[in-house]
């Protein structure tokens, strides 16, 4: 049963403007990228224990979407693709839910909405790592 602060998050203001900046993103290589930027830069400064075993997958999703804008990896549906972009944008974004400051707490949400899209798009990610380790 989801604890309130999860129904919140999906709820909340952020994440339906993360949703729809996600079809501009996705159809703009440069703004994908400069999410690319932003996201990794904010991932390798963020604790990782909120996301606990959902981490791996954020690796991936950032690496899904660098592969994206290279024109590397299109074997993703449009669907699967916009909720990862979606769950990125979330993470970047300083006005979300609960303030990224506030110690610990700042990123449960994030990591509420990184496990909704790992939820959704988990195969998706696990096709992405495979292609990955194939050598592609």
Known sequence: MP???QK????????????????????DPVRL???FDV?????????????KENWAYVQAML????????????MVSQDALLSIIAAISYLVDPFDLI???????????????IALAVGKTKQPLDDFMTWETAGA
């Not at 919140?8 to 159809?27: E, G, L, P």
């Not at 303030?99 to 909405?113: H, K, N, R």
């Open 3 to 5: 604890v309130p602060y």
């Open 8 to 27: 919140a998050a999906i709820r909340s203001r952020a994440f339906a403007k993360a949703i729809i900046d996600a079809q501009s993103y996705a159809t």
């Open 33 to 35: 990228r400069s999410l």
């Open 39 to 51: 996201a990794a830069a904010k991932a390798a400064s963020i604790p990782r224990q909120p996301f």
């Open 63 to 74: 690496r899904l979407i660098r592969a994206y804008y290279r024109g590397e990896y299109r």
């Open 99 to 113: 303030p990224d400051e506030i110690p610990f707490l700042g990123f449960v949400d994030d990591a509420t909405v």
